[in-house]
């Protein structure tokens, strides 16, 4: 399995950018889609954005237009972070925002989460 470790996260007003950053170790080379999904408090978790190796990038309608995913720089190869850029954000966007590494076969790895807060 991955180990992946989120930062980034922190108090931004309505209408502001974070970038948050996931940076993956371990077994990395099994790992075909990364992804961020979130969660607020008494709410499912919701699946924000996915990207594979070669860079193919989705995302609920939610956040379409607002947050971009990205990998780092070497396309087809193993991923050692993916980004969340995240403007024009929304009170209704607060949660624990989760960075998930996606193996072709097996578990997928978790990381420890990071809070994002969107309040005046």
């Known amino acids: 399995q991955a180990h992946l470790v989120e930062s980034g996260g922190g108090l931004v007003q309505p209408g502001g950018s974070l970038r948050l950053s996931c940076a993956a170790s371990?077994?990395?080379?099994?790992?075909?889609?990364m992804a961020w999904y979130r969660q607020a408090p008494g709410n499912q978790r919701e699946l924000v954005a996915t990207?594979?190796?070669?860079?193919?990038?989705?995302?609920?309608?939610s956040v379409k237009g607002r947050f971009t995913i990205s990998r780092d720089n070497a396309m087809n190869t193993a991923m050692k972070a993916v980004y969340l850029q995240m403007n024009s954000l929304k009170p209704e966007d607060t949660a624990v925002y989760y960075c998930?590494?996606?193996?072709?076969?097996?578990?997928?790895?978790w990381g420890q989460g990071t809070q994002v807060t969107v309040s005046s």
């Open positions: 998930v590494a996606k193996p072709a076969l097996g578990a997928d790895s």
């Open positions: 990207i594979t190796r070669s860079g193919s990038t989705n995302y609920a309608d």
């Open positions: 371990g077994n990395i080379f099994s790992i075909s889609v």
